[in-house]
């Protein structure tokens, strides 16, 4: 199994990849490694090639360009060097730490998605307060509207996925909706909740509500792109603003308070650490022909290995092709 | 200045209530107010009754009732009656600790709403960091559909609000959105960002994102309320996860923890109280014929207080007259 890389994504690119792909390497002796970037840059960290090799190129898209111009103009950028390379059957997944509008692109109109999913979903996992293995939820934002057809594929896709890769026999699969009841919301959930209800081979749960996503009551949250994307930014949002405000009030409130923040400070350690979904790697671009996975800009080198791990167990299991017989069985059966 | 009170809403009833009214009867002694309820139990915590009557009755909503089906077949229920004590120009604002859906309901389909307010909207405030006035949103959940021209209306009647009762010269008003751009969003997003951009008379500063609202970015947000629901939720229950978390970690990690944490104690008592927006008073329904205010079931006197301070403001400002002659002036001009 061969996966790309794209070494230049991120705000500590190549450093944090490279320490973190040669990590994996040295765990999983099944996978190759293909990374695209600057190879002087690259050489710097690499310390063994072994089942690693480089395409070099010096352009790179930045967090900053718009997605899919970017996409468009930079023909020799390292993420779709890597992108075409899974698109032509030379890598197996598709990894970066890049801008994501622009892997999403890259993930649509360059790898290009199965023929029975109509949306690609961006599906990242968010910690929950009764397991390590956290909740996933899709989509969180690579479609602004959405039908209730989408989120059917989505709830299967999903699916599979916690089967395979979180190794959970029977997914807990919800509806992010306004209500519990199965008559709340607006059109598109009221319809989407009576889909998702009919649809084999999930074990559909019903509504939640978005004040339990950390609650750990499902295993995949659907939801539509444009609600997720709030949920997801409203839920990162406050854990910042509250982790910073604790931070301020136990540093900036004079040295007998700070002496007590010495004290407490590793049982907050624990506090952090339930925050901390690094091990469940990045969010995977669902609906595609092979696994795109995008890791936070931020990641460090644990995540990475992480990460690779997720694809891993991704490719291992086969979960897309499983998927794409999933649907193309549904479609005769219509 | 004459305020219906529905005494037997929410948890600590009719004791809290009655509390913070004899308190806000102190206070401004422009307002009377009619406690409807069960006159036996208001008596037991009624020391003066001083611009203070009460009309009995024992029927009441619970917080388990359906609330449409509530509000039609308990007529004789004290939202109820206060309800249509307003409608019938008896008092001049409604103020409830109940059933939200039902005090809802109560508004629209009793109260009756402005006739140029297409869907009137429920705005709370929710604390941020950098300004105990908060940040006010609307809608969070009274509609689940929403047009573009909707979110203009509740714009216009948050921004009128935002200056009459936060005294904010000129609100910042934004959208919440999946990105900052222009032309980000679904359909009824991208409408409304160019409807709110050409409305007259408010200060629209563009697109807010969910990881922003408790940054203090603005000052009003509009929002269709499915996404406003989800991002209340998804805010409300982060935090309530995060400070419980929190709570544990400090008090379930043996004595040398607990020590620390009791020195450091005084100091997160601030981090609690930036986020108690109960000065802000309750969330009104906006888009009425007069004000109804809703506070949070577990609300206590001082919380009951400044919610008729809330409503005493908009009385005052005869802020809902003023949104009602926009609305008339807009209409004749198109």
Redo the contacts between chains.
């Keep these: 199994m061969k996966i790309a890389v794209d070494a230049m994504g991120g705000d500590n690119a190549p450093q944090v990849i490279v320490e973190g792909i040669e990590q994996a390497r040295d765990e999983w002796d099944n996978l190759e490694f293909v990374l695209y970037g600057d190879q002087e840059k690259i050489k710097k960290y690499l310390k063994n090639d072994t089942r690693i090799s480089i395409v070099h190129t010096d352009e790179e898209i930045l967090g900053t360009d718009e997605p899919v111009r970017a996409i468009r103009s930079k023909k020799n950028a390292s993420m779709v060097l890597a992108a075409k390379s899974v698109k032509d059957g030379e890598n197996d997944a598709l990894f970066s730490l890049g801008n994501t509008g622009a892997l999403l692109a890259a993930g649509i109109f360059i790898v290009g998605r199965i023929k029975q999913v109509d949306r690609p979903a961006l599906m990242p996992t968010l910690p929950v307060?009764n397991s390590s293995l956290g909740v996933n939820i899709l989509d969180v934002?690579a479609n602004?509207?959405a039908k209730p057809s989408y989120l059917q594929q989505w709830a299967v896709m999903g699916s599979i996925y916690a089967r395979d890769v979180k190794k959970i026999d029977k997914p807990r699969i919800a509806l992010?909706n306004?209500g519990t009841e199965y008559d709340?919301?607006?059109?598109l959930?009221k319809d989407a909740y009576q889909l998702l209800k009919n649809t084999e081979g999930i074990n559909f749960i019903g509504n939640v509500?978005?004040?339990?996503?950390?609650?750990g009551v499902a295993d995949v949250i659907v939801t539509d792109?444009?609600?997720g994307?709030?949920?997801?930014?409203?839920?990162?949002?406050?854990?910042?603003?509250?982790?910073s405000?604790?931070k301020d009030?136990?540093l900036n409130?004079g040295i007998?308070?700070k002496?007590?923040?010495?004290?407490?400070s590793?049982?907050?350690k624990?506090?952090k650490k339930?925050f901390d979904t690094s091990q469940a790697g990045g969010a995977v671009l669902l609906g595609l022909k092979s696994p795109v996975i995008k890791a936070h800009g931020a990641a460090d080198a644990k995540t990475v290995f992480y990460t690779v791990k997720q694809i891993n167990d991704m490719l291992q299991n086969d979960t897309i092709n499983k998927a794409n017989k999933y649907f193309e069985k549904m479609s005769t059966e219509k």
Excluded: R, W
């Excluded at 002496?259 to 407490?264: F, R, T």
């Design positions: 307060t934002g602004a509207e992010l306004n709340k919301g607006d059109t959930h509500e978005s004040n339990n996503i950390l609650a792109g444009f609600t994307n709030a949920a997801l930014k409203a839920t990162e949002g406050t854990a910042t603003i509250l982790l405000e604790l009030a136990l409130n007998f308070t002496m007590g923040a010495a004290i407490v590793p049982s907050l624990g506090l339930m």
